[in-house]
């Protein structure tokens, strides 16, 4: 494509290029944009090398290699904040430059926005589940090893306590939380059997009381006990990896108040989703741990986000075969919310159009620059804004919102002509 | 746990841990080891720096950070030959060392191997289902920017033809192919409406008359009929990516040869998977594109391997508690084959025992020697000879292995005492 406009000349035409989805996976009531700050950071870095050069030379002309060696988009970029709901076509990313600059980001922009948006989607959904209760992303073994960083920070966004990612706790500053694992427990053993109680006195000792058990190695009331009196009551926390998690959180709540432990906070993990977690809101858990059912976005592992040229030299352009028409033309939105702050309805107008304007209802706009002349504009939102605005987008949520069954999403999306 | 067990000193036991699955996703009848290459080598390069020690030494001790600094692995791994095919308690790789410096790599290890094998076991599926025709990854766009070439690798080791990935061709040297995209054709508009056959006529001179076509972007029929209008019957393909593609398969078939392009190839895309590739089978395709369910693993994004320790100097180690138990001990693996090669069973036996012997079937032991001391051995397998691997183990499977449908793994797995 690159080659064959570049050679015709199409390839300095100005173009909008927009990111949006044609609906929400699994009949789900909203999504979250996330990846927003990984992308402008990575659009900066976006730079063909030699290596990469010499690939390309084997398929391209020399004209085309050139332009590609000095490569560096410099055209703007608007988009929603990061941590923004958003709904069936709602205009996530907005990208305007030469065709030829704003095609190359096509990949770069969905592998961001796609994989993201589908783990804050999720998460948000356990957050929500969660009511308050704290959340730790062990997810990092059941993703891509350099996925699982990015799969932590979109969690965090979405209101997940901590992670036991280190590498996210290094790269994006999120707070890191760990507990031990069965192997630990194992590690202690002789040929005359297990030493449960030797391998708990051996991490408190390293740890302090503060430190969490898992107690479930062998048997459960058994390893509550043995923490109890290695640790004293003062035990941080005991974790609960298999069985039935709301029968056993029960008997070990009432075990450690028995114990004098009142304190000592129960971690589940074991395959928790948002409905497992939604099932055990009645139960006196303290901590969730989730692993494979966030980094897979529990059931939507990609948030099926597609990149559309919208606008060619000030022309609407769409494709109109088959049912999978696009509104031509460069759009904006604004979100129509009561003066309670419940969000009512999301309408999508042409980028050169005023903003629609109500009585009834607060109007605001949603996208913000985020590049200007290929450079990140100045004062972009933080990982910590974006995990307040996912706060506040859960709350202004209709109440139907955040049903975790399927269903429509929670708000329209309309076009204004 | 690293902390404790320097403090304790069991950190220095002689320990072997393995990865193995419970089970197989979805009642799918095997998987295939995919990630072993990768794995081998992120061991090599797996140290702490100074940006990471940083890290965690907010919370660890001065010792353990030292120890940290210094860490190499210098212990042994063997592990199947990366495409090999793996059933439910297969012990897929072992690690062999310290506690220490063994329990630091299970993420790593896990990673690598779910994301790898997911992919490469549903690719297989697609292999199998496309029965011989072309497959091209084109999934970048709905994974991790970083996965993205990780996934291509693994559909290309598990026998998809080329990849839309140019990172991973100059990473991994996987063939590499691309389509144009609507955009292209719609750049391609002025104001008195848009040009297909100018954007057509731009890529045919620029890739010449063996290119691709993308023809639905209005109306397929007038698409193809443009598209040999410019580019004569000798075009090289058209590629459709929406609608009922059975039907307009079949349809631009026969207007190809009646325009006579009776070689024009006809590539399809747009949500495949195994099951629609499968459905397409009496239809005339050539090649299959495909995206989302690759690259998502077709409903299984892990494969849920665990990395487990087995055994401690000698004794062999398991966790009781409920339903998870698993065996202890280091293990190996043979699988038993007819004559004809079909097989018929696997057999997981006690590592320090004899290898199990058999009259009537063929007994071949599974794991290959990957690391010894730390680093890889030489001449381990190339992915071509993983690529080999796979088509060499779906022509192994029982009949009732390569169906699509839910059920049972294709042969069993059995433990000898």
Same mark, same amino acid.
């Given at each position: 494509?690159?080659?064959?406009?570049?050679?015709?000349?199409?390839?300095?035409?100005?173009?909008?290029?927009?990111?949006?989805?044609?609906?929400?996976?699994?009949?789900?009531?909203?999504?979250?944009?996330?990846?927003?700050?990984?992308?402008?950071e990575?659009?900066?870095?976006?730079?063909?090398?030699?290596s990469?050069?010499?690939?390309?030379?084997?398929?391209?002309?020399?004209?085309?290699?050139?332009w590609?060696?000095?490569?560096?988009?410099?055209?703007?970029?608007? $988009?929603?904040?990061?941590?923004?709901?958003?709904?069936?076509?709602?205009p996530?990313?907005?990208?305007?430059?030469?065709?030829?600059?704003?095609?190359?980001?096509?990949?770069?922009a969905?592998?961001?926005f796609?994989?993201?948006?589908a783990?804050?989607?999720?998460?948000?959904?356990?957050?929500?589940?969660?009511?308050?209760?704290?959340?730790?992303?062990?997810?990092?073994?059941?993703?891509?090893?350099?996925?699982?960083?990015?799969?932590?920070?979109?969690?965090?966004?979405a209101?997940?306590?901590?992670?036991?990612?280190?590498?996210?706790?290094?790269?994006?500053?999120?707070?890191?939380?760990?507990t031990?694992? %069965?192997?630990?427990?194992?590690?202690?053993?002789?040929?005359?059997?297990?030493?449960?109680a030797t391998?708990?006195?051996s991490?408190?000792?390293?740890?302090?009381?503060?430190?969490?058990?898992?107690?479930d190695?062998?048997?459960?009331?058994?390893?509550?006990?043995?923490?109890?009196?290695v640790?004293?009551?003062?035990?941080?926390?005991?974790r609960?990896?298999?069985?039935?998690?709301?029968?056993?959180?029960?008997?070990?709540?009432?075990?450690?108040?028995?114990?004098?432990?009142?304190k000592?906070?129960?971690?589940?993990?074991?395959?928790?989703?948002?409905?497992?977690?939604?099932?055990?809101?009645?139960?006196?858990?303290?901590?969730?741990?989730?692993?494979?059912r966030?980094?897979?976005?529990?059931?939507?592992?990609?948030?099926?986000?597609?990149?559309?040229?919208?606008?060619v030299? $000030?022309?609407?352009?769409?494709?109109?075969?088959? %049912?999978?028409?696009?509104?031509?033309?460069?759009?904006?939105?604004?979100?129509?919310?009561?003066?309670?702050?419940?969000?009512?309805?999301?309408?999508?107008?042409?980028?050169?159009?005023a903003?629609?304007e109500?009585?009834?209802?607060?109007?605001?706009e949603?996208?913000?620059?985020?590049?200007?002349?290929?450079?990140?504009?100045?004062?972009?939102?933080?990982?910590?804004?974006g995990?307040?605005?996912?706060?506040?987008?859960?709350l202004?949520?209709?109440?139907e919102?955040?049903?975790?069954?399927?269903?429509e999403?929670?708000?329209?999306?309309?076009?204004?002509?």
């Amino acid at each position: 494509m690159l080659a064959a406009a570049l050679a015709d000349e199409s390839a300095q035409r100005t173009c909008t290029f927009e990111i949006f989805a044609r609906r929400l996976p699994n009949g789900r009531r909203y999504g979250v944009v996330a990846g927003t700050e990984r992308f402008v950071e990575a659009v900066s870095r976006f730079r063909f090398g030699e290596s990469e050069l010499a690939v390309v030379g084997k398929f391209l002309d020399d004209r085309t290699v050139e332009w590609l060696r000095n490569y560096r988009f410099s055209g703007d970029v608007d $988009g929603y904040p990061e941590g923004e709901l958003y709904f069936p076509n709602s205009p996530i990313l907005s990208v305007r430059g030469t065709f030829a600059e704003c095609v190359l980001l096509e990949t770069l922009a969905l592998s961001i926005f796609n994989h993201d948006s589908a783990i804050a989607s999720a998460a948000a959904r356990m957050v929500s589940a969660a009511a308050g209760r704290v959340l730790i992303d062990m997810g990092s073994r059941r993703t891509h090893e350099i996925a699982a960083p990015a799969s932590s920070r979109a969690a965090y966004l979405a209101g997940f306590t901590s992670t036991s990612n280190l590498e996210a706790v290094r790269r994006f500053g999120i707070p890191g939380t760990g507990t031990s694992a %069965h192997a630990f427990v194992l590690l202690h053993s002789a040929t005359d059997g297990y030493h449960e109680a030797t391998a708990f006195r051996s991490q408190v000792a390293a740890q302090g009381v503060g430190t969490t058990l898992l107690v479930d190695t062998f048997d459960i009331a058994q390893g509550v006990k043995t923490a109890i009196e290695v640790a004293g009551p003062e035990l941080g926390g005991v974790r609960i990896d298999s069985g039935d998690l709301g029968v056993l959180t029960r008997q070990t709540r009432d075990q450690l108040d028995a114990l004098g432990a009142t304190k000592t906070k129960i971690v589940l993990s074991g395959d928790l989703d948002e409905y497992a977690i939604a099932s055990l809101r009645a139960d006196p858990v303290d901590v969730y741990g989730v692993g494979t059912r966030l980094v897979t976005g529990s059931g939507a592992p990609t948030a099926g986000m597609v990149y559309k040229l919208v606008e060619v030299d $000030g022309i609407p352009v769409s494709k109109r075969s088959s %049912h999978k028409g696009s509104r031509g033309g460069a759009k904006r939105a604004v979100r129509l919310a009561r003066s309670t702050g419940t969000i009512v309805e999301e309408i999508i107008f042409p980028a050169n159009a005023a903003v629609p304007e109500s009585d009834e209802f607060t109007v605001s706009e949603l996208a913000i620059p985020l590049i200007r002349s290929g450079d990140p504009v100045d004062s972009l939102p933080t990982l910590q804004d974006g995990r307040q605005r996912v706060a506040a987008g859960l709350l202004s949520l209709p109440w139907e919102g955040l049903k975790l069954s399927e269903g429509e999403p929670a708000i329209p999306t309309t076009f204004a002509e």
